[in-house]
C-alpha cells in the first residue's frame, strides 16, 4: 500500500491550494481517511477526515468554512481543497487511511493512530 500526497507549495496570505492523495494498492471504499499536519516544534494535528463510503465529513475547528476534504472512490483519491490560508496552516501535510468508519463519527480519527497507512506528506507554506 502506498499514498503519495500532492500539491503542496507555497502561498500567499489568504491564497488557496489543493492537495490530492493517491491510494496505491489500498481500496478506501468504506472506510475512515483523513489529512494530518505537523508543523516544526509541535504535534501531529488531526486537520479533516471523510467517510469514504457515505461522504460525510469532520473537521477540526481552526479549518471549519475554510477547508474541504473529498474522495474519489472510482480514483482512489483523496482531496483537500484549502482556502483563505494563513500563516498558521504551515505545516507538512500527510493523508492516512484505513482507520474505521466508528473513527471517523467519534471524532477519535484526530489522534491518528487508528490509521494503518500514512503518506509521505507534501509541504504547504503560507507567507
Known amino acids: 500500500v502506498q499514498l503519495v500526497e500532492s500539491g503542496g507549495g507555497s502561498v500567499q496570505v489568504g491564497g488557496s491550494l489543493n492537495l490530492s492523495c493517491a491510494a496505491a494498492?489500498?481500496?478506501?471504499?468504506?472506510?475512515?481517511m483523513g489529512w494530518f499536519r505537523q508543523a516544526p516544534g509541535q504535534e501531529r494535528e488531526g486537520v479533516a477526515a471523510i467517510s469514504s463510503g457515505d461522504g460525510s465529513t469532520f473537521y477540526t475547528d481552526s479549518v471549519k468554512g475554510r477547508f474541504t476534504i473529498s474522495v474519489d472512490n472510482a480514483k482512489n483519491t483523496v482531496y483537500l481543497q484549502m482556502t483563505n490560508l494563513n500563516p498558521e496552516d504551515t505545516a507538512m501535510y500527510y493523508c492516512?487511511?484505513?482507520?474505521?468508519?466508528?473513527?471517523?463519527?467519534?471524532?477519535?480519527?484526530?489522534?491518528?493512530?487508528?490509521?494503518?497507512?500514512w503518506g509521505q506528506g507534501t509541504q504547504v507554506t503560507v507567507s
Open positions: 494498492g489500498y481500496s478506501h471504499s468504506s472506510n475512515c
Open positions: 492516512a487511511a484505513d482507520a474505521s468508519v466508528y473513527d471517523c463519527y467519534s471524532f477519535s480519527w484526530r489522534r491518528g493512530d487508528q490509521f494503518g497507512y
